[in-house]
């Protein structure tokens, strides 16, 4: 696998692509909104979003506008843009921002798959993000017909958020008890999100709700 390089964009994003020899597919991976607000979010995902058979992009967007800024849809074509090829499949991924920026890019490119980990369905009376929400006006979090999604949501303090996503033939989402929305990704990494990344990038639906129940996740309602 060869060394990340970067791709200009106009602020306030950022772009780093990950190549392989031979793919198909790319997995775009959503950076949430970090820890140091003066600086770019860090890519995520950058352990699992590659594959031996799969390229990855890493979208940051340093303004925190859970995918609302003026420029980010036109910003995320470009950063595909520049990878240079034509993609067979692209899947997206994110935590919390970075699952609303995953959902909102399938409504910018042909997605197939996305993986969204605790993305907010509504932001206006959410006290928890108000430092970096206050002021703006985000658009509820969309459900884009076409791809497979996939919402996973810890029950400990984010039912509410989860409770906002309708419940439709193409989406499977997961339910945790127990587990709170900052838990969430360390938990599943630490019982087979590898797995459920590599399930999304290959479509297999079976697989990742396999993986997704083993960790304690609960199907909100009946599959496809």
């Known amino acids: 696998m060869t ?41 995520e995902f950058s352990r699992l979003a590659p594959g031996p058979d799969r390229a990855a992009l890493f979208f940051s967007d340093q303004s925190r506008s ?14 595909v843009d520049a990878t240079g090829q ?6 997206t991924l994110g935590v919390s921002m970075g699952g609303i920026s995953a959902l909102r890019a399938a409504e910018v490119l042909t997605v197939e798959a996305v993986l969204a980990l605790g993305p907010q369905s509504r932001l206006e009376s959410e006290t928890r993000w108000a430092r970096w929400t206050a002021g703006r006006t985000i658009p509820p979090a969309p459900l884009p017909a076409g791809p497979w999604i996939v919402l996973a949501h810890g029950l400990a303090d984010d039912a509410a958020q989860a409770s906002g996503f309708s419940a439709r033939r193409g989406v499977d989402h997961l339910l945790f008890p127990g587990i709170t929305h900052t838990a969430l990704g360390t938990h599943l990494k630490a019982h087979g999100l590898a797995g459920m990344i590599d399930a999304l990038a290959a479509g ?21």
Do not use: N, Y
């Open 86 to 91: 034509v993609w067979a499949r692209i899947v």
């Open 204 to 224: 297999d639906r079976r697989r990742l709700l396999r993986i997704a129940q083993a960790a304690g996740g609960i199907r909100r309602q009946e599959p496809r």
């Open 66 to 79: 859970w995918a609302s800024a003026p420029g980010w849809a036109d910003a995320l074509r470009q950063a």
């Open 3 to 43: 060394e990340a390089r970067k791709i200009t964009l106009p602020p306030p994003f950022a772009a780093e692509f990950r190549p392989v020899a031979s793919a198909g597919t790319l997995v775009i991976a959503f950076a949430s909104i970090g820890h140091d607000p003066a600086r770019m979010p860090a890519p």
